[in-house]
């Protein structure tokens, strides 16, 4: 009876629920946090990478939802998630258009400091979630969701140091653009990866 192994799905589902859980925290305290910096120092670059950071959240409750579910429920779930992306993605250059028309002063020191704060948050969160890249469709969804923030993070850090030196906000609105970019082409591997799993 215990040599059967019929224990091993239910430790893995409550390694995963407790990786989600803690990824979940992380990413909606930074959403908060990297949110009302953005406004605070008026980043179009953070405000991207809060709503990142919020998708991201969005993404591990559904996964969380999803875990122990049918194939099916995964693959919705795993769209879903890419759905969100793929809106907040387009949300994001809405508003460096909107801050391009309107004018805006980012403070670079508010862009690298939280930028540094986020990045080690993913980074920790990254390494969590490593063994899950190659696992269930709606799991290797919110690796890349993580991924992506890294990127994001690296790109405000060295957009908070161009805006110091340069004095101008073009840098901030450059990376805010390349975020919104770059969260619109994760959308799409998405949705993709669903579709391809539910064409199997």
Same mark, same amino acid.
């Given at each position: 009876?215990?040599?059967?192994?019929?224990?091993?799905?239910?430790?893995?589902?409550?390694?995963?629920?407790?990786?989600?859980?803690?990824?979940?925290?992380?990413?909606?305290?930074?959403?908060?946090?990297?949110? /009302? $910096?953005?406004?605070?120092?008026?980043?179009?670059? +953070?405000? &991207?990478?809060? *709503?990142?950071?919020? =998708? @991201?959240?969005? %993404?591990?409750?559904?996964?969380?939802?999803?875990?122990?579910?049918?194939?099916?429920?995964?693959?919705?779930?795993?769209?879903?998630?890419?759905?969100?992306?793929?809106?907040?993605?387009?949300?994001?250059?809405?508003?460096?258009?909107?801050?391009?028309?309107?004018?805006?002063?980012?403070?670079?020191?508010?862009?690298?400091?939280?930028?540094?704060?986020?990045?080690?948050?993913?980074?920790?969160?990254?390494?969590? /979630? $490593?063994?899950?890249?190659?696992?269930?469709?709606? +799991?290797? &969804?919110?690796? *890349?969701?993580?991924? =992506? @923030?890294?990127? %994001?993070?690296?790109?405000?850090?060295?957009?908070?140091?161009?805006?110091?030196?340069?004095?101008?906000?073009?840098?901030?609105?450059?990376?805010?653009?390349?975020?919104?970019?770059?969260?619109?082409?994760?959308?799409?591997?998405?949705?993709?990866?669903?579709?391809?799993?539910?064409?199997?």
């Amino acid at each position: 009876m215990t040599d059967c192994g019929c224990e091993a799905p239910e430790v893995k589902t409550a390694e995963e629920r407790r990786i989600l859980r803690l990824a979940l925290g992380l990413n909606a305290a930074m959403a908060v946090i990297g949110g /009302l $910096a953005g406004w605070i120092g008026q980043s179009t670059g +953070l405000l &991207a990478d809060a *709503l990142d950071m919020l =998708a @991201d959240a969005a %993404a591990y409750s559904i996964a969380l939802l999803a875990i122990g579910r049918t194939a099916l429920f995964k693959i919705r779930a795993a769209t879903l998630s890419g759905t969100i992306l793929l809106v907040l993605g387009i949300g994001i250059l809405f508003e460096v258009g909107r801050r391009l028309i309107y004018g805006a002063e980012p403070l670079s020191e508010w862009m690298i400091g939280t930028a540094m704060l986020s990045l080690i948050v993913n980074l920790t969160v990254l390494r969590l /979630l $490593a063994p899950m890249k190659s696992g269930e469709v709606h +799991l290797r &969804a919110t690796w *890349l969701f993580t991924r =992506a @923030d890294v990127v %994001a993070n690296l790109g405000v850090i060295l957009a908070g140091l161009l805006v110091l030196w340069l004095r101008v906000p073009y840098p901030d609105f450059v990376i805010g653009t390349l975020i919104g970019l770059y969260v619109i082409k994760e959308a799409i591997e998405i949705l993709r990866d669903a579709r391809s799993e539910a064409d199997e």
